[in-house]
Every structure is written in C-alpha cells, then in structure tokens.
C-alpha cells in the first residue's frame, strides 16, 4: 500500500458496506470481514473492523477465539454480556467503554442480555430490546502480548458534547483517556452532540490517518457534505475539520498516527 503524502478525503456511504444477516444477527462491515473480501478495502491506518452490529434479545456470538488484536465494542443500545477464558465477565452498555487484548489468545462469547421470562412460568417481559454496538479492531504494537481486559464508565464525560478519549495508546491522551490499547499510535475519541441550538461544534484532530463514523444521527462535516448514520469518512495527512449537528448525534474517531505493516 503505498503512502499518501498530500491530504485525502474518502467518504464511504453507509448503505454500501458489505452485510452480514441471519435470523439473529443484522452486521454491517465497513472493511473486509469473514467471508466478505475486498482486496482494496481491508483496512484504513491500523483499523481493520469497524462493525456495526445488531443483536437479537437472547442470542449472540458463543465462544470464539481471537489472537493479537486490540478490540474495543461500543454499545449504542441494549446491553451486551461479555465473558472469556480469563474469567472476566461485564455487561456492556451505552456509555460504558470496554477493550479486550486478544493478545497470545482468549476465548470469549458475546450475548443480548435481554431476557424474558416464559408467561406460563408467571414472568413477565424485561429487557427484550436487541442490542445495537459497534465492534472495532486495531493492530497492537507487538504480537504474543499478555491478553487482557478493561472496562470504565464514562457517561458523565459524554454529557459534555465534545470530543472523549475513549480508548487510547497515544501518549498525548494519557492523562485523559478512559481506557488503554496496546497500540501506540491509534486513539478512539467519541462525541454525544445534542443537536440544535445545544450543539457546539466538534473539531476532529489532525493526524496521518482519521477514521470517522456517524454512529447514530446526521451532522455536517466541513469540506465534506451531510454525513448520515451509518456513513464513515477516511482521511489520510487531513484533519481539523468541523462536525455540526442538529439533531442527537454520535460520531466515534480513530486517530492514528501509523499505517498497517509501517508502524
């Protein structure tokens, strides 16, 4: 892959990513993923996965490995029960940040905690909604890493409007971010805009690569046009720009400071 050494701006609409359902599982990747392969659309900086996952109450991915990858799921809605081969378990819901170190390997499994209970056994309905997250994955800085996990409440911090680090190996946010990644030149930054007049704007970072995606809502991106939910923008040698918008919004922002295989 070669290195693009003058700024680049690359809008990829949300309808257009490749797509994943069963009776279960309505996913939506924007790069490669399983069976679905495209030679030029593998990766962008150090992300590899950026999923958009929804999840039927009661059902989920069972116990499954993985091996060095630094994976961080942001949950939009419902809740999602984590549990792996280390003995953690959570339940992951929204505002919650979470990062699991696949590192030399661990099994885990991934399910709607949604639940109902039966009408013949006297229960009644609780928690029945999908769960509606977003997966990603990012290139630690070495492989056979000790695997690991973490997990933070950062509500609060969203309330503000602005941009969070939410996950982050970067030095610069050490002081401020939520939770730790293995990689050394990647930070996750996310950003809860109210909307309307409470809305103020958002100012991405610069860096050599930028991966943004409109989670929930719709906003304006200078120099760029109406981003709707679902959509996601690539920026190479770019940044700075500014994210307006008039309704609830959620937009996540990688920002990396290397590319795969030139770290």
Do not use: C
Not at 142 to 154: A, F, M, N
Not at 195 to 217: D, K, N, Q, W
């Amino acid at each position: 892959m070669s290195t693009l050494t003058t700024p680049h701006i690359d809008v990829h609409r949300g309808g257009d990513r490749m797509k994943t359902r069963v009776a279960w599982l309505d996913s939506k990747h924007s790069f490669s993923f399983g069976e679905h392969y495209d030679p030029e659309n593998t990766h962008h900086g150090l992300l590899l996965v950026n999923n958009e996952d929804i999840v039927s109450p009661g059902q989920g991915f069972d116990t499954h490995p993985h091996r060095d990858m630094e994976i961080v799921t942001w949950v939009l809605s419902g809740s999602l029960v984590h549990q792996d081969s280390l003995g953690h378990s959570g339940v992951i819901y929204p505002g919650l940040a979470q990062r699991m170190s696949a590192g030399t390997g661990i099994l885990h499994s991934e399910k709607n905690d949604s639940w109902r209970l039966a009408p013949e056994q006297g229960g009644t309905a609780e928690h029945v909604e999908p769960v509606h997250f977003v997966q990603m994955w990012v290139v630690p800085d070495d492989s056979g890493l000790t695997p690991g996990y973490q997990q933070l409440e950062i509500d609060d911090e969203l309330a503000g409007g602005g941009l969070v680090t939410v996950a982050s190996g970067l030095a610069q946010y050490r002081d401020r971010t939520a939770i730790a990644i293995a990689s050394s030149h990647s930070a996750l930054h996310v950003a809860r805009l109210p909307g309307a007049a409470e809305s103020a704007p958002v100012t991405i970072p610069e860096a050599p690569y930028l991966h943004l995606f409109v989670a929930r809502g719709e906003l304006e991106m200078e120099g760029v046009g109406t981003l709707y939910e679902g959509d996601a923008v690539r920026l190479t040698r770019s940044g700075g720009q500014r994210l307006v918008a008039d309704s609830p919004s959620e937009v996540l922002v990688w920002e990396m400071h290397a590319r795969l295989g030139a770290q």
